[in-house]
């Protein structure tokens, strides 16, 4: 299994663990980070819709939980005795993501998309568009323009849209 898929599967599992709601999608992130000695990248941290209070997403979430690291944890995570700061990991860092950034909030908080660009991640994999069930997403467009690199992963759309919509009603075909 390529990494890709490997650490898209991870952040379906943590979407697992996101609380239902009919007003918004659970969602699953993962950040990784390359390994000095090894083709299998570090995970940072992971993330999932509503994890954190406040109405939060899962790349934001995420992206918190990773700039809440110790210096000693990175030391761990990276088998280095003096690691990198943060933001300097973030500059090549993944994002695994199992729905596109969102690019609007109507909530008024910051978009993901946003919080990614500002993080200046290098890269951020996707499990599946936004659907437009709420809102018209950009938020691939807008890394994209800003000079992270978007991979589309083939092969989890339906799974990664049957765990973003639990707890919403079923959509009647027209």
Not at 82 to 92: F, T, V, Y
Not at 110 to 118: G, K, N, S, V
């Amino acid at each position: 299994m390529s990494n890709s898929l490997l650490f898209l599967q991870l952040a379906l599992e943590r979407a697992k663990e996101c609380i239902p709601t009919p007003s918004a999608f659970c969602v699953g992130c993962v950040i990784t980070v390359p390994h000095s000695t090894s083709d299998v990248p570090i995970v940072l941290e992971t993330g999932f819709s509503r994890e954190l209070p406040g109405n939060t997403h899962a790349e934001a979430n995420a992206l918190t939980k990773t700039r809440s690291l110790t210096s000693q944890k990175l030391s761990e995570l990276l088998g280095e005795e003096s690691p990198p700061e943060i933001e300097e990991l973030l500059k090549n860092a993944d994002v695994y993501t199992t729905m596109e950034p969102c690019s609007v909030r109507l909530s008024g908080l910051a978009p993901c998309a946003d919080a990614l660009i500002e993080a200046n991640v290098r890269r951020c994999i996707i499990g599946v568009g936004e659907p437009a069930d709420f809102v018209k997403c950009e938020g691939a467009t807008k890394l994209q323009a800003a000079g992270i690199e978007v991979v589309w992963v083939s092969g989890l759309e339906e799974e990664c849209l049957e765990v973003a919509r639990r707890g919403h009603p079923p959509v009647v075909a027209a």
